[in-house]
């Protein structure tokens, strides 16, 4: 039989507690300040790592990974961070991002018309370059104009590059634009030697378009066979592997798997101050399901004063009752390609249309 207690003797000390598993610490939602963290640039993400330049270090990158606190925080290329630990750069290193800093832009795109899932190409560029081929591959003016609302929606300005105009006149596809006030670069008759052997690219090019991004956080975009990676690797000296375009579908080959930010150096090999140029991984489809079909139609700046005359409700299709686009290109507000931008704009439209339906939305026009 079991010896009884009387419980009015007993007392706090009769009382037996366990040790935490956890240990003792109180827990706290006090995190440290960092006041010692320096801001970098993020210049690749790769698998969980991060890639971060230091001001005047371009040449000793620091390798860092989120802190605890940010598991949750998207970080991408072009974002600007503060970092701890270990920022020597040495090899086997690894520091630590505690901040990241608010984001001027933001480049998105989602993978369809149907998708509302934002991906972001890059954050913090200014300027967008749009790479496209007179020829070889096709030009597609979809993908331009999504890129170009892409654009409007962040905020950042478009250039619009045409290369391989020794193939074919970009007379056409410029004058698709020319009631824009659009900035267009397009390659000259002389051809530019690179490194890799590919001859798409001609020297003042090149020239031209390191003195115009002087100053300045340039993204590239295009599909792959463009020779995107072939200007970057002549603008920078970088060797970005370079590929051509497939003879049976008419497309490049992915060759850029990540996005990737680089310094753009100046004439005497040092890097250019607050100059950086992003080369993106070729993409073929530009989805916008993020973007409210209102402001899609205000990217389309030579077709956008037509929407006084809508009717409420209008949804700019061409079944639509009393749409006033198709007044104001009749008349010749939106120039000679006004009946063509009309027609894509339509096109962009009843995809999303064909999405919030449930029906397939194809994100490449």
């Known amino acids: 039989m079991g010896r009884r207690v009387d419980p009015s003797a007993w007392d706090e000390s009769d009382v037996r507690v366990r040790p935490s598993k956890r240990g003792t610490r109180p827990r706290t939602k006090e995190r440290p300040k960092h006041a010692d963290a320096q801001t970098g640039l993020v210049t690749t993400v790769d698998r969980g790592r991060y890639t971060v330049v230091l001001p005047g270090r371009t040449d000793a990158p620091v390798t860092a990974m989120r802190a605890r606190e940010l598991r949750r925080t998207p970080i991408a290329t072009g974002d600007r961070v503060d970092v701890v630990g270990d920022l020597s750069g040495d090899e086997g290193t690894l520091g630590r991002i505690v901040r990241v800093r608010e984001r001027d832009t933001v480049l998105r795109r989602s993978a369809d018309d149907s998708d509302e899932v934002e991906r972001v190409v890059v954050a913090n560029a200014d300027t967008l370059v749009v790479m496209v081929a007179a020829a070889n591959p096709e030009p597609r003016t979809g993908f331009i104009d999504r890129a170009l609302v892409a654009c409007y929606d962040a905020g950042i300005h478009p250039v619009l590059l045409i290369t391989k105009t020794d193939l074919r ?137 037509a929407l006084a005359d809508c009717p409420r409700g209008c949804t700019h299709l061409a079944d639509s009752p009393g749409c006033g686009l198709d007044a104001w290109v009749t008349q010749g507000h939106a120039g000679d390609a006004g009946p063509a931008r009309l027609a894509s704009l339509r096109r962009l439209l009843g995809n999303r249309t064909a999405a919030e339906a449930g029906g397939s939305a194809s994100s490449e026009d």
């Open 169 to 305: 006149d970009p007379a056409d596809l410029v004058a698709h634009y020319e009631a824009l006030d659009l900035e267009v670069m397009t390659s000259g008759a002389a051809r530019f030697e690179a490194a890799s052997g590919d001859t798409d690219l001609d020297g003042g090019l090149v020239d031209r378009v390191a003195d115009r991004l002087a100053g300045h956080t340039a993204a590239f975009v295009g599909p792959s066979g463009v020779g995107k990676s072939t200007l970057l690797n002549a603008l920078t000296g970088a060797e970005r592997a370079t590929g051509h375009v497939n003879a049976v579908t008419g497309r490049g080959r992915h060759t850029s798997s990540s996005a990737l930010a680089m310094p753009l150096p100046g004439p005497d090999g040092d890097p250019l101050p607050d100059t950086w140029v992003m080369d993106t991984p070729g993409i073929r489809s530009f989805g916008l399901g993020w973007v409210e079909p209102d402001r899609v139609v205000e990217a389309f700046e030579d077709l956008a004063g």
